[in-house]
């Protein structure tokens, strides 16, 4: 089932009593989820993914714009004819119900022609329960559970009533970091046997690179870009996404751009064809130089990090922003520390360049 | 280790000397006079012991007409009033606006003195050559026919006693029912309400199991207060219960220690152990029901 979120536009009423304009948690989004895929909202905190994640399954009104499931507009549907599953961040599983029992919760509510016998329900309990792997956990407590059970048990009680469309809420913001990779694949396994169009929320972006067909980057109730993961990692639409994305993150430098040539500092280090002359905001990613002692970039080595299938080299630079800049190469490259000085050219692929004001993107074409 | 135990030990005392003194010692005494025959606490002589004062307490019609008064009121307030007050707090937990006044409103009668509420309610159902009260004014102008709620017959004044211990413990039930309901998480309402669960089905589904150690521990003291009731019936029917047909076992074991310039105080305790073998029962049996339908977190 695809969704389509058409201007859509979430205002809460400011809780100020002096007045003051309305806080806008979700601004005029538009944008489609086509049908089967995961997809990941992704920002920082406040940003209003989990306000969009409301509004699609209907837990918020929206106050401006329509919400499509397929064909149909749900804009004014209550959660429960929308046929949405939602995990909850904290799983929300019934305490004093088993997981037999909090799994066959929703199955319980349905009513006329929907209505199932106790067979019918038990069989699909056990089919939802099997698929995300907790059959044999039917009579424990939600209290005799770990975290990574609590949050399978959610996601069965989730799909045993077939819904259109999965909605998790920062799904492994609970569980430590073996168990969150391991969950991470399990989501992605579960959603790629249902095929059931899932959205989910997070503020990590490794965890929305990793396992979505899309990711949506959010800011302060903006959609920046939308994209596969690897687009919109290579091409940032603007300097908020280029910082967000890619651990570690992307290296930012005060720069200039002189006749289609790019300088940092005094060193003149990339030919960039197209951009107009002057004062620009140079994102580099770690893995956008390349050490050579013939190299423009010439910078101050601070130290090295040795991590076996690579090494990062910690630079300083005048004209950098921030405390130090990480550079990323192979393992096999030897880095002479003796002079205190590194090196570097850089690959065109890996340099974006921005408005300094506004972040909004200077492309540039190939170099000759 | 040993240093520190006795330390610990040397802390406790205060209390529990104050706990031989006045709670331990008096229950064995009671318990042993209640198998002294005659005893009297002047001349702290006894004719002999033995089963005596039960059967005199068993056969004694004052006696059984308290039990039975006793019964009805434990078994009318207890629900009653453990149910209105769970509808009343789920109203005050679901206005946003207004809540703490009603919250007020509704404790008050807690900390009113039990005598003045007492005079209140003759007021509201007493007939008296000036008034025939409130309520029979109320039920003339429905056309009814006016009732002496405070001396006869005796359903009017069941029905007055159990109104009035209703309404008395009400507000205690309300608070610690207020906080309990909300002390649960909002978001399973929220879950509920994705899987489209009716409200009623959200109540007993959720909302009761949630919160029933609560109901469960309003349930139990409620039984307990009730069993124990006394001065709510003097409050409206004055001192000579007996004769109003209105005691109470708690009445009846004061009116054996104290009435008819004297008393008997074998007799007394031997009433007193009768209500303490019933509450006891009775507690067992409710601990025994919940160990089902309580959810402990």
Known sequence: ?368 | MERSGWKAFLYLIPALLFLGAFMIYPLFDVFIYSFEEGYNSASQTYFGTGFYNYSYVLHDPYFMQALKNTFILVIITVPVSTGISLLIALGLSSIPKLKELYQTVFFLPYVTNTLAVGLVFMILFKKTAYSEGLINLLINLFGGRSVDFIDCPYWAKMFVLCFYTVWIVMPFKILILTSALASVDPVYYRAARVDGTSKTRIFTKITVPLISPMIFYLVITGFIGAFKAYSDAVALFGVNLNAAGMNTIVGYVYDMLYGDSGGYPSYASAAAILLFIIVLTITCINLLVSRKHVHYS
């Open chain 1, 1 to 368: 089932m695809k969704i389509v979120l058409k201007n859509l536009t979430k205002r809460f009423p400011n809780r100020n009593k002096k007045g003051g304009a309305d806080v806008i948690a979700v601004n005029d989004f538009d944008f489609e989820i086509p049908d089967g895929m995961l997809v990941g909202l992704l920002g920082p905190s406040g940003c209003g993914k989990s306000t969009t994640l409301n509004l699609i399954s209907g837990l918020e009104k929206p106050s401006e714009g329509r919400i499509f499931f397929g064909e149909d507009d749900v804009t004014d549907l209550p959660p429960e004819n929308r046929g949405v599953g939602l995990v909850f961040q904290s799983y929300a599983l019934y305490p004093h119900l088993n997981v037999f029992r909090n799994i066959r919760f929703p199955l319980e509510n349905f009513r006329g022609k929907d209505r199932l016998t106790k067979e019918e329900m038990e069989k699909r309990v056990v089919e939802a329960a099997k698929l995300v792997q907790i059959d044999h956990l039917m009579e424990r407590k939600p209290s005799e559970l770990s975290g990574g059970q609590q949050q399978r048990v959610a996601i069965a009680r989730a799909l045993v009533k077939m819904p259109r469309v999965l909605l998790l809420d920062e799904p492994l913001s609970n569980l430590d970091a073996r168990l969150r990779l391991q969950t991470r694949e399990e989501i992605r396994r579960i959603q790629q046997e249902t095929k059931i169009t899932t959205v989910f929320v997070t503020h990590d972006q490794e965890e929305a690179m990793s396992i979505s067909d899309l990711i949506v980057v959010m800011k302060d109730g903006v959609v920046h870009q939308i994209g596969k993961p690897q687009d919109v990692y290579d091409d940032p639409i603007d300097q908020f996404v280029a910082q967000f994305l890619g651990t570690p993150p992307i290296n930012m430098f005060d720069g200039e751009v002189r006749n289609g040539q790019l300088y940092i500092g005094e060193d003149k280090v990339l030919d960039v064809p197209g951009v107009r002359d002057g004062a620009v905001a140079a994102g580099i990613r770690p893995e956008g130089f390349i050490l050579d002692y013939e190299g423009p970039l010439v910078c101050e080595l601070t130290r090295l990090e040795v991590m076996g299938r690579d090494v990062s080299i910690i630079f300083k630079d005048e004209a950098m922003k921030g405390e130090a800049v990480r550079a990323i190469i192979d393992a096999k490259s030897r880095v002479d520390t003796g002079s205190g000085k590194v090196s570097f050219f850089l690959k065109p692929d890996k340099v974006h360049l921005f408005e300094p004001e506004t972040g909004e993107r200077l492309r540039f074409g190939k170099a000759e």
